[in-house]
């Protein structure tokens, strides 16, 4: 009989109610000292502050197999009662869920911070995080740490693999904003919101026999700016009166030719820390950037000096201003807010697994156990991709309850782009509706829509891109699958601004300075033919006359026709849609041929939304047998029709941008977009499709093999490690609509599916 995780009851009436997890008959762990949470409490003023410490329950319940704890705790201090209950259920066989539920109805906020610690029954072996099998204490996901994928846990005394992990940061009300947007570049942040949203039990804990490994929601480090002296303006030096036991930002912008740390010294003049400066000025030594640094806890009260530009070794040219100093308090804040009359609901998940805790295992059974205790189903890939989806989806920023979803943890900000792939894989009809509404808010008054949301700061990006051709074909989605209604007013602005933007002449046929797509890599100095913006024209025209907006069919059958057109016998490279044919990078300015992913990528949503394809089996057939495979089946997403990549010295890149052969925009395989050309081949009855595919989504997980997790390209430079950073990316989550669009998966095994 195989062994599995589950749950018992402790305790008593006298005592309070909690739980203990084990594994068979084994016990594995307990909550909070024997109980089931923590809770910090302020009020709206934060002038009265509480902690309930090791909460247990009067009342617990056993009933179609979950345990149910529930108490009702009288806060003196705030004249309130708190309706606290705890639910646990086994979700699968390795996964328990915990569901956290709080009400209160006398007062109109509590600010609300929770911690739930998993301690081990017994010394662990080791603890463990996403990105260290070997975890020496400390934060474990959060600002604080660079993992990339909220898991943590201990390996059990008998070699089980035990971890904590979290609904979304939507659900659950968490982000992980390391880096935020200034006017002067991107920066860290200065306010520190869930910095250790995992940890696991430090190397003194650890001595002290305090063993744990906590997930910690609504926990922030507030800040206030505080006065500087600036005593010296030449050399640079700024002081502050300075507390034992408190953290200090520096926020400033800076120019010029020095790149290296900034010194932080006492009263005496003595050395107390070197603050870390990566930023490199010597590029752009003219333009100001923004830069924010941080100190650790000062060892005394006093004065100290920030000296900006110099040290010991050297004197530099490197310029400051607008300099400001904020202290940070050394005790957190909560800000989860627990409104009166209204639930808060938090969720927890904890699994146990006989399995080794290798780089390969951790990363992997994190993500397929977080999907199956959130209800998913599906193979494991599909597993991964709606696990990195979940925990790319974060709340805005601490005091505004809307939805962030982000493409990877470097890419900190909401693109559209990104999160129209990303929520189209999915069923959350709240989430497309939500996003699809503010995006269309950063209209201006063109019709041009903006490309970036971001926490802390404001973004005006209107470019030539395929945004306005996304928010038509998004509302067309949107009103498909979940009957919403089309904001109608912005539909007929973006529909007028295309026309007169790309096609002001009437006849169908669209110049723009870029491919408007992914590959926004390619600007050109002129407009010139894309095979993929005239696709996407098409299309984005199609969506629009579906909404109700009076487009005649010939003009769209007149876009459709121009974009067939890129399809030719183009001499001794043969026939194939030709991806950009106004390039100049041949012999004598001549063009060469080139195809790339996204020259389908329009062929793939005319079929998908309206089962109405543009192009002939002929046409990609042919394209399709041009692009060279390896043998783990991957594709590049752009190279030349004799399969080879750009040089230095002759590419389609604008600017100084250039990647190495096989990776990223210079022939990287792109699991999104590879998907997609796959899709229109299996379609279009390719014999190789079938085959491809599998191929593709197994390369995900085993290509480079102590990453199996969705990443934004593979590379085909010939070695995996050139893959891309960012790991845990969002956007290949539309494989899972793909996949149920063409039978491979049931619309109910996501769980946000409603039905209709």
């Known amino acids: 009989m195989n062994k599995s995780i589950s749950f018992r009851l402790n305790g008593d009436e006298d005592s309070g109610f909690s739980s203990e997890i084990l594994y068979g008959e084994m016990p594995l762990a307990r909550h909070n000292q024997g109980g089931e949470l923590n809770i910090l409490l302020e009020n709206g003023d934060r002038a009265d502050r509480m902690e309930i410490v090791s909460w247990r329950a009067v009342e617990a319940l056993e009933a179609d197999g979950k345990l149910i704890l529930r108490g009702k705790s009288r806060l003196p201090l705030y004249t309130t009662d708190l309706d606290v209950e705890v639910i646990y259920e086994r979700v699968t066989d390795h996964v328990i869920k915990k569901t956290i539920r709080l009400y209160q109805n006398d007062i109109p906020r509590l600010y609300i911070s929770l911690k739930n610690s998993l301690e081990p029954t017994s010394v662990p072996r080791s603890y463990w995080s996403f990105d260290h099998v070997e975890h020496t204490g400390g934060p474990a996901y959060g600002v604080l740490t660079d993992d990339v994928f909220p898991a943590a846990g201990f390996v059990h005394e008998s070699g ?39 940890s696991t039990a430090t190397s003194e804990e650890r001595s002290e026999g305090k063993h744990h490994v906590t997930l910690t ?82 060892p005394d009260n006093g004065f100290y000096t920030f000296y900006i530009g110099e040290s010991d070794e050297m004197k530099s040219q490197l310029e400051a201003k607008d300099i400001q100093f904020f202290e940070s308090s050394p005790e957190p804040i909560p800000w989860h807010e627990l409104h009166q009359g209204k639930e808060l609901v938090r969720t927890v998940l904890i699994f146990a697994e006989d399995s080794e805790a290798t780089a390969r295992n951790i990363r992997l059974r994190s993500q397929v156990n977080l999907a199956e205790g959130l209800g998913f189903k599906g193979t494991e ?38 999160v129209f792939w990303i929520l ?101 100095a002129t407009p010139c033919r894309f095979a993929s913006s005239q696709g996407y024209y098409a299309v984005a025209l199609k969506a629009a006359k579906g909404l109700g907006v009076d487009i005649s069919e ?4 007149a876009a459709e026709e121009v974009y067939r057109g890129y399809y030719a016998e183009y001499g001794k490279e043969g026939k194939f849609l030709h991806s950009y044919p106004d390039n100049r990078l041949g012999e004598n300015g001549t063009a060469i041929g080139m195809v790339a992913n996204i020259d389908l990528e329009p062929e793939f949503l005319s079929i998908y939304m309206f089962d109405r394809p543009m192009l002939d089996h002929e046409m990609v057939i042919d394209t399709l047998e041009k692009y060279p495979v390896s043998p783990e089946g991957l594709m590049p997403n752009l190279c030349k029709v004799d399969g080879t990549y750009f040089d230095k010295d002759v590419n389609p890149f604008n600017g100084s941008l250039y990647w190495k052969p096989g990776t990223y925009a210079n022939g990287g395989s792109w699991l999104r977009l590879q998907y997609i ?33 969705s990443r934004e390209y593979l590379s085909l430079s010939g070695d995996p490690k050139d893959s891309a950073m960012h790991r845990i990316f969002g956007w290949n989550a539309i494989v899972l609509g793909i996949n149920e669009w063409l039978g491979l998966r049931k619309p109910d095994w996501d769980p946000d599916f409603k039905g209709k």
């Open 677 to 709: 050309v796959l899709t229109v081949g299996k379609y279009h009855g390719w014999s190789k499709a079938d085959e491809l595919m599998e191929k593709r989504l197994d390369a995900e997980l085993h290509f480079d093999a102590e990453n199996p997790l």
């Open 381 to 418: 890939m599909e597993k991964v991709l709606y696990a990195d989806f979940k925990m790319l989806t974060w709340v805005t920023e601490p005091g505004i309850n809307e939805p962030m979803v982000v493409p990877s943890t470097f890419y900190f900000e909401m693109y559209f782009r990104d």
């Open 554 to 557: 010939e003009y769209i059958q």
């Open 424 to 524: 189209n894989g999915t069923h959350d009809s709240f989430l497309n509706e939500n996003i699809l509404r503010r995006i269309g808010e950063t209209m201006n008054e063109h019709g041009s829509i903006d490309n970036i949301i971001t926490a802390y700061h404001g973004s005006i990006e209107h470019t030539d891109n395929e945004l306005p051709y996304l928010y038509l074909i998004w509302s067309y989605l949107n009103q498909k699958r979940f009957g919403s209604t089309p904001d109608m007013d912005k539909v007929h602005e973006i529909v007028d601004y295309i026309r007169n933007k790309f096609d002001s002449d009437g006849d169908g046929m669209i110049k723009t300075n870029n491919p408007q797509s992914a590959m926004d890599v390619m600007w050109q």
């Open 160 to 198: 089980l693999m035990v971890g904590l992990l979290t609904d979304s940061g939507w659900n659950n009300k968490w982000s992980r904003h390391a880096w935020r947007r200034t006017s002067k570049g991107n920066t860290a942040t200065i306010q520190i919101a869930d910095p250790a949203l995992l």
């Open 217 to 298: 929601l609504g926990q922030l480090y507030g800040n206030v700016r505080i006065p500087i002296d600036n005593r010296n303006e030449v050399g640079g030096q700024y002081s502050f009166l300075g507390r034992r036991g408190y953290r200090y930002t520096i926020a400033m912008e800076c120019r010029g030719e020095y790149r290296g740390p900034i010194s932080l010294r006492d009263g005496n003049g003595n050395m107390v820390e070197w603050i870390a400066n990566d930023q490199d000025f010597t590029e752009n030594i003219e333009d100001w950037q923004s830069f924010v640094g941080r100190t650790n806890e000062l």
